[in-house]
């Protein structure tokens, strides 16, 4: 996974944490670790966070394990600029307002992640965060959705992990910080943060798709030793 990749997908989970300030919020600041001293309820907090991470971390490798099929296809290079035109579909079908996924089993698959997030949320026990937050990283996210796109085309199974596990870290910082202090960032600089996801997931897509072209650029399109002829574009 090269440094471009590792950043995007870092900074996506960054801003798109402001996102799940919104969306998640509510979990974030109701855990069950309010009545717990300074270090225990960071603790609590992380292991909720972590529990986060690492299913999007699975998320990777099951997503990676088919992307690496993919790469060992020969369609890699195809794939990944398959992947960003993609993304940047759905980014413009955001933005009009049109509904961007109609999954199959969404509203089955809704209902039972609130209702195993309720249990965790009643159980005073520490060691549930970390079961809360692996089921709160199994809810249905439109962004979520995005980054196991790039995972995809990262066309290794470390890559595709990393690239999950990074777009997590991204989305660490503001929810320690939600579930810690409560709504310490007022609701004009959420709102204005969200608003440059669109930008960040589009500016993925393109690096998805210099990716693919096999460009010889360092960091940004480098070349698939692997490849077995480049794309041309002419």
Known sequence: MTWSIFISAFTLGLLSSFHCVGMCGAIAFSLPTQHLNGLKKAAGILLYNAGRISTYTVLGVLFGLLGRQIYLAGFQQWFSIIAGIVI????????SG?????????????????????????????????????????????????????????????????????????TFPAMFLLSYFGYIINLFTRN???????????????????????????????????????????
């Open 192 to 234: 204005t943060i969200r608003k440059a996801v669109p930008y960040v997931v589009a500016l993925m897509a393109i690096l998805l798709i210099l990716r693919g072209m096999n460009l010889n650029i360092p960091f940004v399109s480098p070349y698939f030793a692997g490849a077995k002829e480049s794309i041309n574009c002419h």
């Open 88 to 95: 940047l579909m759905i980014v413009i079908q955001g933005a």
């Open 98 to 170: 049109r509904p961007v996924f109609h999954l199959p089993g969404y509203n089955k698959m809704h209902t039972w992640v609130q209702n195993a997030i309720a249990r965790f949320l009643t159980s005073p026990s520490i060691a549930s965060m970390y079961l809360l937050g692996i089921a709160n990283g199994l809810l249905p996210c439109g962004l979520v959705y995005l980054s196991i796109t790039g995972a995809l085309a990262a066309g290794t199974l470390g890559g595709a992990a990393g690239f999950m596990a990074s777009f997590g870290l991204g």
